[in-house]
């Protein structure tokens, strides 16, 4: 399984850019990694239902009612970039 | 008693002396300023501190509160309104909460005064501080060693006598390891006990806010005030909350306590193992029984951690695009290269890796092989501390294999680090509550004292009893007085 990462191509899935000799050093080390986790397929997990989460506890609802929450003043205060109570955002369309 | 020190106080002797009014909130404050300004640019705990701020608030302190007037120090990743909340990153430099994590309103409730940005691993990913993007901390007995991570700077300042108190957080051991790396007290709390609304996510099924403090009764103390729940985060367990000091004082009869096999491996350094065999002596010569139990996927559990915690952070950290809040790469051509190059420039190596691991578990074709296999082994680990639990009421071990390593020993290799979780990440994977405790000291070569930390592991929302067992060990015992040396730390 291990010989299989291909970081350059992760890379892109994850929407990070990565310099050469970051892509080289990710690759060795990220390697090592998924090679002391092949230990995993020792195991018979058939059956095992798989553990999403440590305590069972599913499905929280609250009533679906406006509550106090940001004005957009607040929403915007940490913006790189605003104008017009907006965020602004690189062009997605041509 | 003089002024100069207060800092040396634990929580629960300021607030007697804040109760008596021997001592104010402001001078409480005024005291542990000037100790951080002579102490701290050794340490390097502190990101940021607004002493004009926190006065204020200490001038209106209502010192009949639980926690009236106590200055706490907060991981630079839990929002307090108008604060900094950098998690040491470069992609949150320059941010400030717009609101407060549910645990700083119960502080506030309680009278605390939220009191400091502490450093951390970015993102609280690391196991040594030395992911922080900002500076580095150095271990108070040792400036040469790491204070242990990802909460490294509040453990440090707690050690240092630079704090009373701190919130950490604990994913995979963040606040144990640098408890017991640090000569301090450590507590995770039980999944769902700690609300993390304004939390910063790292891994969400995980993380848990909680405790750095100099004895057992402040970490019980500290737990009265944030633990509860919380409708804000959907994970939050609706049970009441007992007060966590009621079983202090009583001892260990009838009390047993399992030593589970598989954690006396190979590579725990001798001197954490003759530390650690110790306690379990006194524990037992206190009362409690001491029994050989199973935990038979110990040794799959490092694996699990980092699959699952990796594929979590990967999706958390997707919200880091550059708009609305954080780095913003300039001059993009596309809408990717905005992305791509934001994030390239805003987040540092070991997160980097983090979000590579993390995004090819759950990748198409993979996700069955890693991510879903992990999820099953989970569960299998899940079910031997249950198990476990059915034949004894804690668990003993050591918290970290080593005690404080050198400052760069482990930075180039990042299986050895992630190794260093190796006794704490279990019980994240459980959703179990553990606490570390000094249990004593090894001897560097240059013949420096380095603490060791003694983990207590119970099951899920039995935090009273662990605070018990805990608390029945420190006193027998004089680790918790113990101070890093002063010619290290001299003022």
Known sequence: ?94 | MTKRDLPALSIVELRDFLRRKEVSPAEALRALEERINAVDDKIGAYLAHDLAAAMAEAEKADVTLPLGGIPIAVKDLINVEGQQCTCASRILRGYRAPYSATVIEKLRENGAIPFGRMNMDEFAMGSSTENSSVQVTRNPWDLSRVPGGSSGGSAAAVAADIAFGALGTDTGGSIRQPAALSGIVGFKPSYGRVSRFGLVAFASSLDQIGPLTKTVHDSAFLMNAIAGHDSRDSTSLNTPVPDYTKNLGHDLKGIRIGLPKEYMIEGVDPAVKSAVMTAVKQLESLGAEIVEVSLPHTDYAISVYYILATAEASANLARFDGVRYGHRAENVGSLFDHYARTRAEGFGAEVKRRIILGTYVLSSGYYDAYYLRAQKVRELIRRDFVRAFEKVDALVSPTSPSPAFKLGEKTTDPLQMYLADIFTNAANLAGICGISVPCGFAESESGKKLPIGLQLLGKALDESRIFQIAHAYEQSTDWHRARPASEVLAA
């Open chain 1, 1 to 94: 399984m291990a010989g299989e990462l291909d970081v350059a191509y992760v890379a892109q899935l994850a929407r990070l850019h990565l310099t050469a000799d970051e892509t080289r050093l990710f690759q060795r080390q990220l390697g090592e990694v998924l090679k002391y986790a092949e230990k995993l397929k020792e195991l018979n997990v058939e059956g095992v239902e798989a553990a999403a989460h440590p305590v069972p506890i599913f499905n929280v609802f609250r009533e679906d009612n406006a509550r106090d929450w940001f004005t957009a003043a607040e929403a915007l205060s940490n913006a790189p970039r605003k104008a017009n109570n907006l965020f602004i955002v690189t062009k997605v369309v041509e």
